[in-house]
């Protein structure tokens, strides 16, 4: 009998991690190995399992996860880190599978792989084949508007949502991030391949899941002349094939017909779709990625690059 790759999920008890957890339950192709709840945070019942096991899945804080990752270090346990410690880190492989041709068989192939954020995975998804077409051009000057259900913000503020009564700062819409210095910046500008550092808009809403992910652009300022149809077709190209990026119908807006996204859409799904809005007479166009945070953005995500990592259908 074949033996079963054994997955270990270091923070299990976190959102993305539960969530994981929840999807591995029913197979039977792997072997989960999990410690008591008293030894979770035991430094040595840890290290045990992050070099015992096939694949562990970090679901840690960012300091955690390196030290989780110097744990491994020099043994045979491969990573997947679902934190934002490693993701513009060259030695590890960038777990978008859709990113760029080849890319699935690059994650397939590495020894340490870091799971996407959500708000970027909609957005490198937009961005990246504009700019390998020549459409984005160098200095083009990237801004990227995006809201997400609660449960992207973890336990304490799902907490502050779903407690009765509501806390104070359960707002049902609110920015943040306008410091400039979100956390998903800098792997939106590497693996995007933008020259200069995009202006990201987050905000979070009062849902728990689902989120959509808005690049607008000025057609006149791009690196050459196209059209709404041009970008929706260079879309349907670069995904063309590809299981779980979806590029949705051509829509076009006007003032008699406004056309409207529902975040929640995709809940409980791992697609990811992507829309053109566009207005020739304007020259003016958005694109926009919609996915469940906790699918295609996070913990499905990390499913599909354990898949990958074991060579598992």
């Given amino acids: 009998m074949t033996r079963r790759p054994t997955v270990f999920i270091d923070g299990e008890a976190g959102t993305t991690g539960l969530e994981i957890r929840r999807r591995l339950a029913s197979r039977a ?15 040595e019942a840890r290290r045990r399992a992050l070099n015992e096991v096939d694949l562990a899945i970090l679901c840690l804080p960012d300091d955690a ?10 043994g045979r346990t491969r990573l997947l ?13 960038y777990g978008f599978a859709e990113m760029a041709p080849g890319h699935a068989d690059k994650i397939a192939a590495a020894r340490r792989v870091s799971n996407p954020g959500c708000y970027p995975t909609g957005g490198i998804a937009l961005i990246r084949p504009l700019v390998e077409a020549g459409v984005l051009g160098p200095d083009y000057p990237v801004s990227v508007h995006a809201t997400s259900g609660y449960s992207g913000g973890g336990k304490k503020l799902i907490e502050s949502y779903e407690s009765e009564p509501k806390a104070a700062d359960a707002s049902p819409l609110r920015y943040y991030g306008l410091n400039l210095e979100h956390k998903h910046v800098p792997e939106l500008q590497v693996h995007g391949r933008l020259a200069h550092r995009p202006i990201f808009l987050p905000s979070v809403g009062n ?6 992910v808005a690049l607008p652009l000025h057609l006149r300022a791009l690196a050459r002349p196209v059209s709404g149809a041009d970008l929706h077709g260079i879309l349907a190209d670069y995904y063309q094939g590809q299981k779980l990026v979806r590029v949705m119908p ?4 006007s003032k008699t017909s406004l ?8 809940n409980g799904s791992d697609m990811l779709e992507l829309f053109v809005f566009a207005h020739p007479a304007h020259g003016q166009a958005t694109l926009v990625a919609r996915l469940d945070n906790l699918g295609k953005g996070a913990s499905g ?3 599909q690059n354990m898949d990958l990592m074991l060579g598992l259908a």
């Fill in 207 to 212: 849902w728990r899941q689902g989120m959509l």
């Fill in 81 to 93: 880190d679902a934190s934002t410690a490693y993701r513009v880190d060259p030695d590890w492989v």
């Fill in 301 to 303: 995500a990390a499913v």
């Fill in 250 to 253: 051509l829509e076009l807006s």
């Fill in 65 to 74: 996860s390196r030290e989780a990752a110097s744990m491994a270090a020099g």
């Fill in 29 to 43: 192709d792997i072997e989960i190995v999990s410690l008591p709840t008293d030894s979770r945070k035991d430094p």
């Fill in 259 to 266: 056309a409207h996204l529902d975040p929640e859409a995709l």
